[in-house]
């Protein structure tokens, strides 16, 4: 419902409740007035009885004082008739005044007719005889002929006899007359019943006619204590008042008065409906009145409202309602939304400035201040539509630091930024305006050289990169000398397309550091290869672990003391269908690379308990299983869970569960591996430091790591007894983890002389192919058995 239509409704309804209240009233005040006109014709009845009355007693006065009147009493009837008509001069509501002899013959009368008459034979002149008293009586008038009431008055003489009668004869019709033209209504009825139920007298109001006498209105008349009564149905309704002529008892008449009930109640029906026009005016003076005041006071002011709400709604904050607000709530309604606007204002820069800088950052690289990836993939993007449609060629150069991570980790991460912010800014400066630096994390960088002529151009900028990259630089106090691996893929030769030039960049870099770094390697066909090679990789291993192509190899880990094989490390082998046996150097890169790590170390871990528990079942002995863990697997967070699950699936024992972890993994993110470390020795498995030595862990470090073994890298083994550095690393390992109570394994034992120098060093135990070679399952436990039967150290070829 419409604003609109809720206020004139509202004004409707407070309208109409005074107009209703009103109503009821004025209906009550009607049914009073009714009422109230209902005993004003009573009242009225009752006084015209009166008057009558007085009249009455007024001819009996009169009649008594005419009595003493000697000439009246006397012979002279001429006199007697001239007295008269003086005295009916003086009362002209009299048809005659005459005196009657005891023979009931008209002595004299007011009018001078001069007629005998005899009214021996009239009720009042007998009655009066006989009573000697006042009598009353209507009649017709014998010299009038009018409806007259007789007054009758013996006057008696000394004896007590009747000397003879005055008799007044009161003008009924013309006192009709006059008590009709002073009625209220005009159809208004005045009559004069006698006892005997005869009516006197009839006036009818001008234009009303004579009425019926019903037998229930002569049984009210005569016989009823009711003063009023209502007779006859619809229009032909009347209301009657009666009143008795009460001054003289023995006249016995009474009086009528009769209106129609219409006219009675539309005087105050008239009053009636002009009060309700008038109220009813009033009430839609009013109802326009406050519709106006709410169209202009409400309306108007909340189309304000909503015209800056739909502004809003259209995001211009810009226009405030502004002054002059309303008093109460619509104002402070307004000045809230003016206050909302000014904040909502405010809140969009601060959104606008938060995005700039937010956009800011998803393109810029908050270390150095370069590109980002998504900048990188934006701008090159841009760089090959441009050489494209220009037919120009566009240079991808992907860079890595060579050996960066042992900086960062021998100087400190906050000493490796400082050396990726001075490496940005040099490359920076080797660049023009429309090329793009990037970097994508850690060390590795990306040039795109976005409009070059000729492959060629590439060259010389690449060459720059690399002198300014090497020229010696400092950080913090330091001052060190990098070199760079350099990628370069060329558009549109190589690729078409960003990714494809970054993936083959970065394939020309690697090319470069496996060639020792400090180089520049273009990508080329046949390194087209190795990518294949890698996704066939990829394709085949997905296969394998869905086939089960994967193995589990064992190598015997040799106690030194013994002889004995006290362990077992679990290598994986990938039985391929078509390629035959596959070490894992050909596929774990890339499994880590493509995460497939994962699963199959989940695989690797599963199948490693199994047998450990099958060798424990099978009677060979308690042989820990030791398992490798990938730097990604390490990192995993659910990493404790899948040990659990494995050891639980195969209901291994924790303590055949020995957890390879490679000394960089741990280097990589130290507080969160020793989190993952403690989990694990929780678990109650055994924690292994794998290739020590090549990791750079300090020895404040090593203190902290809860592992019970190192394994010392076989490129130090290698060496012993032909680099001298080699021997002093090997037997400073061993010396050092005696002094923290950790055991040693040397890795990679070829060869006797390399036992006796480990023996010498007190070397915990052996692994190589001096003692034997990773082997299956089966081949590992006729090694075992043969192995630990003997009781001397004996060293065996492994073939
Ligand atoms: N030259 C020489 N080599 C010896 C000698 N004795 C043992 N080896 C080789 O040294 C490697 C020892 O494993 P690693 O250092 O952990 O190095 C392993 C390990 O890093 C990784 N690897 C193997 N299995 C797994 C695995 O299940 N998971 C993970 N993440 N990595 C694995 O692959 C690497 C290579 O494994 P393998 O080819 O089996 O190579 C094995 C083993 O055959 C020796 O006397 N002379």
């Known amino acids: 419902m419409s604003l609109r239509a809720r206020i004139l409704l509202l004004v ?49 006065q009169l009649l008594f004082g005419l009595a003493r009147v000697p000439v009246l009493g006397g012979n002279d009837k001429l006199a007697c008739s001239a007295f008269l008509a003086d005295v009916l001069k003086e009362h002209p509501q009299y048809t005659g005044i005459l005196t009657l002899r005891p023979d009931g013959n008209m002595h004299c009368d007011s009018l001078r007719s001069g007629r005998s008459l005899n009214v021996n034979d009239r009720q009042y002149f007998q009655r009066a005889l006989a009573s000697r008293s006042l009598i009353v009586e209507p009649a017709i008038g014998r010299l009038s002929g009018k409806s007259v009431l007789q007054i009758a008055y013996p006057v008696l003489n000394a004896e007590g006899g009747v000397n003879y009668v005055l008799l007044a004869s009161l003008d009924m019709d013309s006192y009709g007359r006059t008590v009709a033209q002073a009625l209220p209504y005009p159809r208004m009825h005045f009559q004069v019943w006698n006892r005997d139920g005869s009516i006197i007298m009839d006036t009818p109001g001008i234009g009303s006619q004579r009425l019926e006498v019903e037998p229930e209105l002569r049984q009210f008349m005569l016989h009823s204590a009711q003063q009023t009564l209502t007779l006859g149905s619809d229009e032909q309704t009347r209301i009657w008042a009666k009143a008795p002529l009460l001054g003289s008892p023995n006249i016995g008449m009474s009086l009528a008065l009769s209106v129609p009930e219409a006219d009675l109640n539309a005087q105050v029906d ?184 000729k492959l060629e151009d590439i060259v010389p900028v690449a060459q720059k990169i690399l002198r300014a990259l090497a020229a010696p630089l400092k950080v913090g106090s330091q001052v060190l000398s990098i070199t760079t691996s350099l990628g370069v893929a060329v558009f549109p030769r190589d690729g078409d397309t960003a990714d494809a030039l970054l993936q083959y960049a970065d394939t020309a870099m690697y090319r470069a550091k496996e060639q020792g770094g400090n180089a520049m390697t273009f990508f080329s066909p046949e390194m087209m290869q190795t990518i294949l090679d890698r996704l066939q990789i990829e394709a085949g291993l997905r296969r394998a672990l869905e086939h089960g192509e994967l193995r589990l190899h064992y190598q015997p880990i040799i106690d030194a003391k013994t002889g004995h094989v006290s362990s077992a490390e679990a290598l994986i082998r990938w039985q391929d269908p ?48 030791a398992v490798n863990l990938s730097a990604l697997q390490f990192s995993a967070p659910s990493l404790d869970e899948s040990v659990v699950q494995a050891l639980r699936a195969s209901q291994c024992p924790a303590s055949l569960l020995q957890l390879e972890i490679t000394e960089s993994s741990i280097m990589a993110q130290l507080d969160q591996a020793l989190e993952t470390m403690r989990k ?69 034992v070829e060869t006797l002389e390399q036992v006796a120098f480990l023996e010498a060093r007190c070397c915990d135990k052996y692994q190589g192919f001096l003692f034997a070679r990773p082997c299956s399952a089966e081949d590992f436990e006729k090694i075992v058995r043969e192995r630990n039967a003997t009781t001397a150290c004996a060293p065996i070829a492994s073939g």
């Open 12 to 60: 409707l309804v407070a309208s109409m409740l005074p107009v209703l209240a009103m109503f009821l009233l004025l209906l009550e005040n009607r049914t009073a007035t009714v009422v109230q006109a209902r005993t004003q014709l009573l009242v009225r009845a009752e006084t015209i009885a009166v008057e009558l009355d007085d009249k009455i007693a007024g001819t009996a």
């Open 270 to 453: 008239g009053q009636f409906k002009r009060t309700l026009a008038g109220i009813v005016t009033l009430s839609v003076l009013i109802f326009v009145g406050a519709a106006a005041l709410g169209e202009f006071a409400v309306r108007r002011q909340t189309n304000r409202i909503m015209q800056a709400i739909s502004r809003m709604d259209n995001g211009d904050y810009s226009q405030s309602i502004g002054e002059p607000y309303p008093r109460g709530e619509l104002g402070q309604v307004m000045q809230a939304i003016d206050r909302m606007a000014e904040s909502l204002t405010q809140q969009r820069h601060e959104i606008a400035r938060n995005t700039e800088s937010l956009e800011r950052q998803a393109r810029i690289d908050a270390l150095t201040g370069l590109a980002n990836r998504h900048m990188l993939s934006l701008r090159l993007d841009q760089a090959l539509a441009y050489a494209g449609h220009a037919q120009r060629v566009a240079g991808v150069l992907m860079l890595d630091l060579d050996r960066f991570k042992t900086v960062n980790d021998s100087l400190g991460h906050n000493h490796g930024d400082l050396l990726l912010q001075e490496v940005a800014k040099r490359l920076s400066q080797c660049i023009r305006e429309d090329d793009t630096v990037a970097r994508l994390g850690g060390d590795e960088f990306v040039v795109v050289l976005a409009d070059m002529a």
């Open 680 to 748: 694990l020795t929780a678990i109650g498995v055994q924690l292994m430091i794998d290739d020590f030595g090549t990791g750079y862990s300090s020895l404040s470090q090593l203190k902290l790591f809860p592992v019970s073994t190192l394994k010392i890298d076989r490129t130090f083994v290698r060496d012993i007894n032909i680099d001298a550095n080699d021997d002093a690393i090997v037997d400073t390992i061993i010396t050092l983890a005696r002094k923290l109570g950790l055991r040693t394994v040397a890795e990679g």
């Open 578 to 625: 078509q390629r035959g046996l596959i070490a894992p150097i050909h596929f774990i890169s890339v499994a880590e690379e493509t995460g497939l790590i994962v699963p199959i170390g989940d695989w690797v871990l599963r199948e490693a308990c199994a047998q450990a528990r099958a060798w424990q079942s099978s009677g060979l002995g308690e042989i820990p299983v």
